[in-house]
């Protein structure tokens, strides 16, 4: 197969285009650097002129996807507007939507054992995803009263677990059958905490 000519800075993310289809199909510690270098259609001594490793590599997968993940959460918050109920439910549909379309950036995002904090790049991308998600727990948590409001970030971290565990156990084809549709448990699931907090009446 003839090598592929990359110019103007195209080979560093062909390579991560790569690689992100071996952490799909391999896992995210299954392929080599020289493996993502042959599939990009490059020389593996190339590689090393972008990253050091491919511990290097996947954090730069995983800065990208942050960045992906972040403007989906963003857009389904906006979109649900001027409700933050309905702003809030979207931005819990947007993590399993998000997980669907790229699998190879949530792997590298949330299996691959890359701290967001190896690059400071990698941790702006990482706080600007969990913010998205923290300012719509905010606004909401605005019509609890005051002395029985749970803190914003706890909030938002309970939507987030349950959000990547409905991810993990029933949205990724891990083999685990799911009993109903995955948004339905999400959705199930949120309200019955919203529920708890009284943000949703006992009828709705």
Wanted: charged letters at 20%.
């Amino acid at each position: 197969m003839p090598k592929r000519g990359y110019h103007h800075g195209n080979l560093r993310q062909a390579l991560i285009e790569s690689a992100l289809v071996l952490i799909e199909q391999k896992g995210p510690t299954g392929f080599t650097l020289s493996e993502a270098a042959k599939a990009a259609g490059v020389t593996p001594a190339a590689v090393y002129r972008h990253f050091k490793g491919r511990e290097d590599l996947i954090a730069e997968a995983a800065r990208q996807g942050f960045d992906i993940f972040a403007d989906l959460m963003q857009y389904a918050y906006d979109k649900g507007q001027p409700s933050s109920l309905a702003a809030f439910e979207a931005t819990g549909r947007a993590y399993l939507a998000f997980a669907r379309r790229y699998p190879g950036h949530y792997i590298s995002m949330f299996e691959s054992g890359i701290s967001v904090n190896r690059t400071p790049e990698l941790a702006t991308s990482a706080q600007r995803a969990k913010g998205v998600l923290e300012r719509a727990a905010a606004e909401l948590s605005e019509h609890i009263p005051a002395e029985k409001r749970p803190p914003a970030s706890m909030f938002s971290a309970h939507i987030w677990a349950m959000s990547h565990g409905v991810v993990e156990l029933y949205a990724r084809n891990t083999g685990t059958a799911s009993p109903f549709p995955p948004e339905d448990l999400l959705e199930t699931g949120i309200g019955i905490y919203l529920r708890g907090l009284g943000l949703i009446s006992p009828d709705a």
